[in-house]
Every structure is written in structure tokens, then in C-alpha cells.
């Protein structure tokens, strides 16, 4: 019984142990724990602010876009130089091709800190200067409207029938019978000329002291400057579209089933035709710099989906024919059309034009049976036939993609946010 009771002793002495450093064991690991939650809630807590920090970076930044037009503190508080606030710092990183503010709070250590970025679109309701397309129908060198050719006013916005104006520096000249339901003004020593027989021609004010508007030189998109030549299965196309790229970087839609649409994007090409029966929808904010011309010779058509918007600079001839229509039915602001040479704009026969056309070197020419809803700025402009040009009031309050003189308030404003590294559904 004794060694019994001794071999008993023996074995409590070692579970006693076991037990203590079992103990020991579960109190160092549930410390361990404890630290490392206390740490990662910490990382929380930072990566929390840090959200925050960055989400007022933003707010602070369009406050300062807002009053200085410059964006210059933006571009002061880079990753050289962040902004201090609330215990952390911000960097922003300005885009200003692409029109795409990042904004990053930190805190914490300075060697590790917790990072959380914002990612804004932005987009401007213009530039608030006049704009060009405040001067309606406007020929510097003169306006000739010929047969029975009208130049009517009416506002995109309700459908309204307005007053159209039509200027000139020089010269606005009516033979035939045609009509300018509206106002037509020239400059100091300019003439308006219409039919002895006709006197009501011109329903509005003949203006002989109009100022010469200042038109400034288009401006090619710096960020084409570098940009390579449009291929051939772009993920900028949708799924579908059957468009051809030849090795002279000529863009067509000249094959069956002549269908192909374009999503938002810079787009560069040298020639840009599309062939009798060709559609192009375009979905999003697109811009095209064309070499070369513009060809739609039969029933082609360029159609825009709802809140689309399409800036076409081009350096060649411009010629629009048949049937073809370019934003049937459309409001005029959406669709700019910047010549960048003195080549000639010629839209004849029955085609639909719903556009802003901006061509201050060129000679435009609108023949047949064609409407043309918009404004028009060229060198000199020719109606002739039975053509009608309706003066849409509603530019001269109105944002135009890429307007050389400004339009619209001016005000910045966020289009949509996301945070780098999300996969983006927009």
C-alpha cells in the first residue's frame, strides 16, 4: 500500500508541472492574441482615418479648384510636399489630361503608414468664357443664302421657336428668296444685302456696328500629341463592331454588317470614312483627331446613346452627303466639329445634322434639301437651294466639348468616385 501511495505521490507532481506550463502556455498565446487584435484594430482605426483623411483631401481640393482656376494647390501638395491635417497628411496626384484626382491620407509611423486613396472623375461645366458659339451663324468674311434657303432660330432645350442671328464682319448677301428669321448684323463699313421686292427678308434688326468677335485658333488635345494611331480590335469598340484600320491608319466602316460602336476615349486616325449604310453609335464622352477627311457619302450615320458627347478635330476636308445624318434628332452641344485647316465643309443633298461646327479658316457649304440645327462659325458659308440652318439659342448658355472660347459657368464638378485598385463598373 505504501508503494502505492508512493508511485501515486510520483504522478501528481509531474501533471502538476504539465498543468502549469500548459497554463503559461495558453496565457502567453492569449496575449499574443490580445496584441496582435490590439494591433490590427489599431491598423483599423488608421486605415479608418486614413479613409477619412482622404475623403477630406478631396472635399478641401475642389474647394480650392473652386476659387483658383489654376488647380494650383493641387499640384503644391504632391508626394514631396503633403498636406497636414488631423494627425496625418494627404497627397494628391492631379491628372489634368485625363481630368482624374487621386487623393491619399496616411497615418501613422512614417516608414509604414496606413494608406487609403479616392479616386474622382471630374468634369467642368465648361470654362465660363463666352464661348464661340454665342455668335450663332457666323461668316467673317461673308454669308450667302441663296434660292430658297432659310436661317431660322429655336432652343434645343424645349423646342421653342426663337430669333436666329446671323453675323458676319464683312458681308451677309440673300439672293433668291430666301428668309433670315431673325437678326443679321455686321461690323462697322460691312453690308447686308436682300431682294428690293422682299423687304421682309430679314424679320429682325439689320445690325451695322457689330463688334468682330474674337474666334481663336483650334486647339488640338495635348494628349494626342503622343498618342498611337487607332488599331484594329480596340477594346474602346464594343463587342461586334465591324470597322477596318488599312496600313495608312485610314478608319472605315465599309463591310457588312457596317455596324460598330465606340465607348469613351481618344481616338486618332488619318482618314475617317464611313461607306453608304454604315452606323456608328457612340456611348460615352469620345474625341477623334482626324488627319485627314471626313467621308459619309450615302445614308452613313453617326448616332449618340443618351448623355454621349463627341469633339471631332480634323484637318481635312469635311463632306457629308445623301442621306447621311450625324446626330439625328440630337441636341447640337453634344457633338463639336473643329476644323483645324482651311479646307472645305460641304454637306449636300439630304443630310441631317444636328451639330456645334467651328471652322474660322474654311468655306462651308450647305446645298439641297439639308437642315443644319446648331451654330455654325466659318470663313465664309454658302446656302444654297432649299436648305435651312436652325440656329439653336440654347449654346449660347449651354457646355460644347472643347469650345476654344469657353462656355458654360466654369464650375468643376465630381462626375463619379472610386477607390484605385476596385474593379470599376461605370
Known amino acids: 500500500m505504501d508503494k502505492t501511495r508512493k508511485k501515486r505521490e510520483g504522478f501528481v507532481l509531474p501533471a502538476v508541472i504539465i498543468f502549469i506550463i500548459f497554463t503559461i502556455m495558453m496565457g502567453l498565446t492569449l496575449l499574443e492574441i490580445g496584441t496582435l487584435e490590439l494591433i490590427d484594430a489599431n491598423r483599423r482605426t488608421d486605415r479608418e482615418k486614413a479613409f477619412y483623411l482622404a475623403e477630406a483631401g478631396i472635399g478641401k481640393a475642389m474647394a480650392a479648384i473652386r476659387v483658383d482656376p489654376d488647380h494650383s494647390f493641387l499640384y503644391a501638395h504632391d508626394e514631396n ?23 491619399t491620407g496616411r497615418v501613422g509611423a512614417r516608414n509604414s503608414p496606413e494608406e487609403e486613396s479616392i479616386k474622382v472623375y471630374l468634369s467642368s461645366e465648361g470654362t465660363g468664357g463666352p464661348g464661340v458659339f454665342t455668335n450663332g451663324i457666323f461668316g467673317r468674311g461673308s454669308i450667302s443664302v441663296k434660292g430658297s434657303s432659310k436661317i431660322r432660330g429655336y432652343d434645343s432645350r424645349d423646342g421653342s421657336e426663337q430669333d436666329a442671328f446671323a453675323g458676319s464682319v464683312e458681308h451677309i448677301n440673300l439672293t433668291g428668296n430666301p ?17 428690293l421686292w422682299k423687304p421682309l427678308a430679314i424679320t429682325g434688326d439689320k445690325i451695322y456696328d457689330l463688334p468682330e468677335p474674337v474666334l481663336p485658333p483650334v486647339e488640338i488635345p495635348p494628349s494626342f500629341a503622343t498618342m498611337p494611331y487607332l488599331q484594329e480590335a480596340d477594346p474602346g469598340f464594343t463587342p461586334g463592331s465591324n470597322y477596318q484600320v488599312d496600313g495608312d491608319d485610314n478608319f472605315s466602316i465599309g463591310q457588312w454588317p457596317f455596324v460598330a460602336g465606340i465607348t469613351s476615349g481618344d481616338y486618332r486616325v488619318n482618314d475617317f470614312e464611313m461607306t453608304s449604310n454604315a452606323e456608328l453609335t457612340v456611348d460615352g464622352d469620345v474625341r477623334f483627331l482626324v488627319e485627314g477627311d471626313i467621308k459619309m457619302p450615302a445614308n452613313a450615320e453617326i448616332i449618340l446613346e443618351e448623355a454621349a458627347a463627341l469633339e471631332i478635330y480634323f484637318d481635312g476636308d469635311l463632306a457629308v452627303r445623301g442621306s447621311s445624318r450625324i446626330n439625328p434628332g440630337g441636341r447640337p452641344a453634344n457633338v463639336a466639329l473643329y476644323s483645324t485647316s482651311d479646307r472645305d465643309l460641304e454637306l449636300t443633298g439630304n443630310v441631317q445634322v444636328y451639330a456645334a461646327i467651328y471652322a474660322p479658316e474654311s468655306h462651308f457649304f450647305l446645298a439641297g434639301s439639308s437642315p443644319l440645327y446648331g451654330a455654325l462659325i466659318a470663313q465664309t458659308a454658302e446656302l444654297v437651294g432649299n436648305v435651312t440652318v436652325y440656329h439653336d439659342v440654347a449654346l449660347n448658355e449651354m457646355v460644347v466639348p472643347g469650345d476654344p472660347g469657353g462656355s458654360g459657368s466654369g464650375e468643376v464638378l465630381i462626375e463619379k468616385w472610386t477607390k484605385p485598385g476596385w474593379t470599376e463598373r461605370f
Open 179 to 195: 428668309s433670315i428669321f431673325g437678326d443679321a448684323a455686321v461690323s462697322e463699313g460691312g453690308t447686308i444685302d436682300y431682294p
Open 81 to 103: 510636399n503633403p498636406y497636414s491635417l488631423g494627425g496625418g497628411e494627404i497627397v494628391l496626384e492631379y491628372d489634368s489630361d485625363n481630368n482624374t484626382l487621386i487623393s
